[in-house]
């Protein structure tokens, strides 16, 4: 039996496929449409799903969507109306493309595909949960689930137990930990829906200064989790803005100007927010495990991508164990939908397994033949080496303080690079974290960037209480053995001269509060990257590579060896592993196109 899981309309559109239980593809539009966050019909994915399945639409034999558009539009009337004559431009702005396509779903997914089959549906925080709860490796667990809203639904806590799952209590909107997390993301510069783990990276430059004021005038905590905001400081109800003139007067005036300098109140109030969000998910998490008595814990929704908090859950909070769904938000809804089709509509059996997200490399792959191809079609010089071979390559030309590309294998669901498409440099660096952001990624100076480390050496550098971290999802301090004592003026730094201080012995990828997020790397599931950082670690000692994702600032990740090479040929990398073929830089003809990333892509 097949099925198809489809998220659309409002961003991350994603589409899943499932055979006989089997999650065989998973693709976000955005990746084939190489617009980021795509939010329209995920028409591109889904023919990818198709083909790699080896499948028609008419061997479809359900389709299921990830929410229900009518209750969504009701919330939305209900919203504009309630505020009315506020956000009449808004409402007139969403209405034709809802009337149009979003609300009659049903033959919007006939007309785009052709489908004559049952079209089913799922609700919003179902699909997080079943995302969340069916490819983890246990029989029963709790979820938690939080965004910034579904239909109504913007936090949600719950049990799956074998093939189903259930939710007890939610928080409806507005009152949304997401949506308070987002207007910090807007008020401080930052594009909502993309920018949030920007302001998740700018928090330990600051202090908390701001969180009292939190606290008493914009949300109300309550022990056992719940929370309500203060409708008055924000304007999001409205479709106009997140916040309104009241939220500035709060912190000192009107919100940053984007590409604007960022400010000790930006580093403050990005540093407040996160501390707020971490409490309020830990109320939750201690609350949940009171009512539901459950061991383990699994995590969906956009907020479950804060891996700060994350971090700080699997310390803290009374559960031993802690699965989070890699494609969080609302791409990895269309496996929620699917699987929850499956399993708890039409009835069929769950077996806990650890590979059911085949380490979430589910997108597409391209064999060394098709790589030749386009690499002698456009007379690219390229070295060839046996598969076994690359790994050792890489990691010499790493070791040599290189900065490679790498190309290997199946794309990752998800927005995390996990070794499939990934930019790789040497953690021992002091230089590597600025050369990375404003030579390659061509982005702002004080993101931080993630090791991939062996899982097996992962406890001898990091304090992650011997968990694994395989999706790039939990950040942990790095142990003391490797940290450096700073002298009294290094500790009294502020802001980004933080930056300049090195605090390990693999600054790269340590954070200025040595902390670092984490993806630790099995062999059996990626053979060629786990290959490639235990070269790294024979040659060096180091057992850790930076990896970032193949791309660059407001471009998605790459998916073909084409955009993996003109993304190589636009920045400073200095070689391009492709399957079984590595490019030099300088062996290359220069690039007709000189890239500027200010005007060539809209700015996150």
């Known amino acids: 039996m097949n099925l198809l899981g489809i998220s659309a309309f409002y961003h991350d559109s994603a589409a899943v496929l499932i055979k006989d239980g089997d999650i065989t593809a998973a693709a976000q539009q955005e990746r084939f449409s190489r617009k980021k966050h795509d939010p329209r019909f995920p028409g591109e994915a889904i023919e990818f799903c198709l083909r790699q399945g080896g ?165 109300d905590i309550r022990e056992d989790g719940s929370f309500r905001l203060n409708m008055k400081y924000f304007d999001y109800c409205s479709g106009l803005r997140m916040t309104n003139a009241r939220f500035g007067a709060l912190f000192g005036g009107p919100e940053r100007r984007p590409e604007s300098k960022i400010t000790e109140r930006e580093m403050d109030l990005a540093r407040s927010v996160q501390v707020v969000t971490e409490e309020v998910m830990l109320n939750i998490a201690r609350h949940v495990h009171q009512e539901t008595g459950m061991k383990k814990l699994c995590l969906a929704g956009g907020v479950a991508l804060n891996c700060v908090a994350n971090g700080r859950l699997l310390r803290e909070s009374p559960f031993e164990d802690l699965w989070i769904q890699p494609c969080a938000g609302d791409g990895g809804n269309a496996a929620g939908a699917a699987l929850f089709a499956w399993h708890q509509i039409l009835g069929n059996p769950r077996v806990p397994d650890s590979r059911r997200q085949k380490a979430s490399y589910l997108g597409p792959d391209y064999p060394d033949d098709e790589i030749q191809a386009f690499l002698d079609a456009r007379r690219v010089p390229y070295t060839r080496h046996k598969p076994e071979d690359v790994p050792g390559v890489v990691a010499d030309l790493i070791a040599s303080q290189k900065v490679v590309g790498w190309f290997q294998g199946r794309m990752e669901f998800g927005p995390r690079a996990l070794g499939a498409r990934s930019i790789l440099g040497d953690p021992r660096s002091r230089e590597m974290q600025s050369v990375l952001n404003l030579k390659i990624k061509f982005r702002e100076s004080f993101r931080p960037f993630a090791p991939s480390v062996l899982a097996d050496k992962a406890g001898e550098w990091f304090d992650l209480r011997g968990h694994e971290s395989p999706y790039m999802l939990l950040v942990a301090d790095v142990l003391p053995q490797h940290l450096r004592a700073l002298s009294d003026e290094e500790k009294a730094t502020r802001g980004f001269e933080k930056l300049k201080v090195v605090r390990s012995s693999v600054p790269a990828i340590t954070h200025v509060d040595n902390s670092a997020r984490i993806q630790t790397v099995e062999r059996n599931d990626n053979p060629a990257y786990y290959d490639m950082i235990n070269a790294f670690y024979a040659k060096t000692g180091c057992p850790i590579v930076i990896n970032t994702s193949f791309n660059v600032r407001g471009e998605p990740i790459v998916c073909t060896p084409e955009e993996a090479y003109t993304c190589f040929m636009r920045t400073h990398m200095d070689y391009l592993s492709l399957g079984s073929f590595v490019l030099d830089k300088t062996r290359q003809e220069p690039w007709k196109d000189e890239f500027d990333w200010k005007t060539e892509f809209e700015l996150d």
């Open 55 to 219: 499948i028609g639409i008419e061997d479809v034999d359900h389709v299921v969507f990830y929410d229900k558009p009518f209750v969504k539009f009701e919330r939305l009337l209900m919203t504009y109306l309630a505020n009315a004559p506020v956000g009449l431009r808004s409402f007139y702005e969403q209405m034709p493309s809802w009337l149009k396509e979003k609300l009659f779903m049903r033959g919007t997914i006939r007309k785009e595909l052709g489908f004559k089959g049952p079209i089913l549906f799922s609700t919003h925080h179902l699909s997080h949960a079943a995302s969340a709860f069916f490819p983890c490796p246990w029989e029963e667990a709790a979820f938690i689930t939080v965004d910034g809203v579904g239909e109504w639904a913007t936090t949600a806590y719950g049990v799956g137990q074998g093939n189903r799952v259930k939710i007890l209590k939610q928080i409806n909107f507005p009152h949304s930990l997401g949506l308070l997390y987002s207007a910090f993301t807007y008020f401080t510069g930052f594009r909502v829906n993309s920018g949030e783990y920007k302001l998740m990276g700018l928090a330990p430059y600051g202090q908390p200064r701001y969180v009292d004021v939190i606290k008493r005038e914009l949300i």
